[in-house]
């Protein structure tokens, strides 16, 4: 049981969401937006955090879209990934996101809260991360639309008081072969040891990884090695220098072990989708 | 009419399956007080004090217990353990504060609010490294301790808190014979039961002095009986009660979170106040299954024969004793396995260390000692270069043969453990020499076997009891001490009583719940003994009521009782059924065309204690820890990926000597969970401690238990050699599935990756580290 109170509020406009959670704010409460809620719900009731009220947003039409036009596709960020896994209008998504967590907790999990969360994996990110994908965001000041790589660099970069509203990808990056997978310390339902998500698109292949380090990472200079000639073993071995920040060490697995899974996993990657 | 041997629906199927079943934290009662616990973060410090006069002044809140308010020690074994910790804290995860208020958030508030400071002492967080000379003292008041039950045998100054052994042969003798012999170091972690109800209790003291008690208890007339010591209440003034409890497996044994209700209680006028555990305090608050370190050493002679045995084992039973002394003497008694070792050395040292205190654990140390001597039998097959299985087979204790303990066995108190050994490897598809075999371009396939042996380990004086009442219309209505808590216990007793009533099963009225001031005793529902002890009062129970029926259709039918038999609810003339009288006319009296009556209501009792154990010498061991062995077998094929040494548990078989199935899918059930259990131990279960001796893995997302999906194809199958003095030759079930499991996936693991696999559990990581040669 959480034991503390706390408001709990339900806009149904995008400008309703962003004015109460100003007022909140300047009340004091240290309101947060509240997507699926498993994340906030299970740090509350450990006494984790303590918000004072959250503004939920599961309500507002914007964020409950899914639809195709011609050039793109628009994901509202309080879809959840559940409900993407089954539509399935990006495979590649569908894939990763498909992964997290188990079934009964991706019914609640939205997309927006994954790549919002506090849990570092944040793994339905990972194909946004390799797309031309753009957000909408949400916020006092109205919305703005900006490039998905812009804001997210394994973590949400994004003012306080905003929120994503929608995510958007173009309609002709949707079929690119992908691939997709998540290595845990043994079981099906775990956090990830590591998880490869991986595209060959028009810009070549490009790789983004989570759990290896404290965030989730796409790094240039790491697909660049990938691509060169040589035995895939090699270039996995040089790609791996490339790695931005410190490898994991906690319960899961050893940052040596992690290398290895890392290891074969990229090989398997580079024999499934060629340079 | 038969019922033993059926498949019978288990009596609450409906009710648990509709979610209709009620278990103990499903009750609330209007004026319900709530208490929680504050526990320690730190796993050894001392207390430099406790503050809670500003959880005192918090809304809602009635009381705030500390160390101080109570003055027992708690322990079945040794009185080594506080309620609360009193000045010291041995275990990060220890209540150190209870308190009582309105409503649950209150008092989880108001339990926050209490100000803490620690001095932290050096942690202890290994059994070996707690056994050194020198190590730091956790219970340096270990000499002064009461011990509560015999044997135990403390070494005061060190946190060696009690030590079993075996003495039998000699050997000297079973050295020189020895021409082979093989040495390995195992280790198991500790273990969380992970029961899918937490342990939750509600107490209510009532002005006449009662005291109320309702538990998700394996236990409740330990619970009756320890409360009625500890706070001097007259035992019959102490009623608890149990409904049906959602899992136990050892874990519920443990009687703690009833004495802190009590307290909660006591300190609130006597008003009912609940106690339950989160799912975190449930793994690190309440008692885990003990972990250990054991080092073994096994001669043979060059054609395969056991000549010598010595193995030490340093149990990690956490920072207090509970029913730990118990699993040692179990591991002493059952130490070789099912396996013949005419010279055996066995030390088994129970050690305090800073990690979460330890109760039983289904199997109770028969996972521990069977996982250190299927492991060294496997090296010992290597060394020999004999198929391991024939190595088994070579040298199965068999009937005329003596236990480590010395008991002479027969095929009755023994079974087939060969018969069994043969059939696991039949449904695995063993093929001899056990290779690893390339069955893609990184993967191979290996098969693991292991043999179990495992007896009840029960005190010797351990009793059970049946009350059968009949219902006017010729039913009958069941009650025994046993607690439901998932295996079919009384749905079994039900089935013995219809068999030998002649009747359906659907005619015998269980009840489910148990009260103690109502129901038989029956000792504790634990070591996989209802069917054994409470089918034995069972019958004696049906004797009392044919005796009665027969004894009142005598009457009406005018001959001798010594003619009648009974039967599809008729008590008939052995010579001519078509005269008889049915039960319905006789249960509650029969009655004259005129009216008058003669009898009653048909009430039978039955009542049971064991015979013949006698606890264990602790010099030589000596002794007889039950009344049988159940033997079998556990084989396990695996999947292995020899690049990250992941890998897939395919295909698991277990069979084992069941006397007599009584209901066959309910036993295939028992033994699927099992394995299921031992798999999940074998692969990804265990407490995790920091260097500071904090938990690390305390809630589910963290601690891994197997999921549904990724159990492998289970198959069970069961040999039957009776247990004579068992109801209908039956023999003991409900824990043996997980038994040998570990061992069996360790030994395919160690065949599949060529190294040997001798720690759990056996993760990817694990398995290559033991390749790298590094050690964790």
Known sequence: ?????????????????????????????????????????????????????????????????????????????????????????????????????????????????????????????????????????????????????????????????????????????????????????LDWVDYPLVTVCAVRGEDGLQVAISGYCNAPFHSRALDRALAEDGPAADRVRRALRHVPSPVVSDVHGSAGYRELVLTTTLVDMLQELGR | MTAVGESVRRKEAENKVSGAAKYNDDFTVPGMLYATLRTSTKAHATLRFVDKRK???????????????????????????????????????????????????????????????????????????????????????????????????????????????????????????????????????????????????????????????????????????????????PQGQVVVSTPLVGG??????????????????????????????????????????????????????????????????WLDTGAYTDSTPRVARAIAANCTGPYRVPNVHCDVNVVYTNHVFTTAYRGFGHINLTFTVERIMEKLAHALGVDPLELRKRNVLEPGDTTPTTVRLTRSNLGDTAKCLERTAELIGW?????????????????????????????????????????????????????????????????????????DVDQIHIHSDVNTKVDPEHWKTVASMSTYMSGRAVLEAAEDVIRQLKSVAATVLRCPPADLEVGGGRVYLRDDPQQYVAFKDIAHGYKYQEGDSIGGQVMGRGSFIMRHLTLLDQKTGQGRPGPAWTVGATAVEVDLDTRDFTYRIRRAATVMDAGKVINPRTARGVVMGGMNMGLGYGSRESMLYSDQGEVLNGQLRLYKLMRYGEQPEYLVDFVETPQVDSPYGARPIGEHGNLAAPAALANALSVAAGVPIDELPATPEHIWRATKGVHR
């Open chain 2, 55 to 233: 959880a005192l002044q918090m809304p809602g809140v009635r009381a705030v217990l500390l160390g101080e308010d109570a003055k027992v020690l708690c322990g079945e074994v040794l009185a080594d353990r506080p309620p609360l910790a009193k000045g010291r804290v041995r275990y990060s995860g220890e209540p150190i504060a209870l308190v009582v208020a309105d409503s649950e958030a209150q008092a989880m508030a108001a339990a926050a609010a209490i100000d803490i400071a620690y001095d932290p002492l050096p942690v202890v967080n290994s059994p070996l490294e707690a056994a050194k000379p020198g190590a730091p003292v956790i219970h340096p008041e270990l000499g002064s301790y009461t011990k509560e039950q015999s044997p135990i045998y403390p070494q005061a100054g060190t946190n060696i808190c009690d030590s079993a052994h075996i003495r039998k042969g000699d050997m000297a003798r079973g050295w020189q014979e020895a021409e082979v012999v093989v040495e390995g170091d195992f280790t198991l972690p500790q273990i969380d039961h992970a029961a899918m109800e937490t342990r939750s209790a509600r107490v209510e003291i009532l002005p006449d002095g009662r005291v109320q008690v309702f538990s998700s208890t394996q236990a409740p007339f330990e619970v009756q009986k320890l409360l009625s010591k500890y706070f001097a209440v």
């Open chain 2, 248 to 313: 136990a497996f050892g874990g519920k044994t443990s009687v703690n979170l009833e004495v802190l209700a009590y307290m909660a209680s006591k300190a609130v006028g006597g008003r009912l106040v609940r106690l339950a555990n989160t799912r975190e305090q449930d793994i690190a608050t309440s008692p885990v299954g003990v972990g250990m370190q054991a080092r073994m050493k096994l001669g043979a002679t060059r054609d395969g024969r056991l000549a010598a045995a010595e193995m030490a084992y």
């Open chain 2, 431 to 503: 093929t001899p020499g056990s290779h690893a075999e390339r069955i893609g371009p990184h993967t191979v396939r290996a098969h693991g076997i292991a043999a179990f042996w495992k007896t009840s380990s029960s005190p010797p004086d351990a009793i059970s009891g049946a009350l059968i009442t009949m219902n006017k219309d010729g039913t009958m209505n069941l009650a025994t001490g046993t607690v439901e808590f998932g295996a079919g216990t009384k749905t079994t007793a039900a089935q013995i009583l219809a068999e030998r009533m002649g009747m």
């Open chain 1, 1 to 185: 049981m959480i034991r503390f109170d706390f408001e709990y509020h339900r806009p149904e406009t995008v400008r309703q969401a962003a004015d109460v959670f100003r007022e909140l704010s300047a009340a004091g409460k240290s309101p947060l937006y509240y997507g699926g809620g498993t994340e906030i719900v299970t740090s509350a009731r450990l006494g984790q955090s303590e918000p004072g009220a959250v503004v939920d947003l599961k309500d507002i039409p914007e964020l409950g879209v899914l639809e195709m036009d011609d050039g793109e596709l628009t994901i509202g960020a309080a879809r959840t990934l559940a409900d993407l896994s089954e539509a399935d209008p990006w495979p590649f998504l569908s894939a990763a996101a498909g992964r997290v967590a188990d079934h009964t907790a991706r019914c609640r999990i939205t997309l927006g809260g994954n790549i919002a969360g506090q849990i570092q994996y944040r793994e339905a990110a990972l194909p946004l991360m390799l797309a031309h994908a753009h957000a909408v965001l949400a916020g006092p000041k109205g919305q703005r639309e900006v490039p998905f790589q812009e804001i997210f660099d394994g973590t949400l970069q994004i003012g306080e008081d905003e929120f994503i509203a929608q995510l958007k990808v173009p309609r002709d990056e949707l079929d690119l072969p992908f691939f997709s997978r998540k290595r845990t310390r």
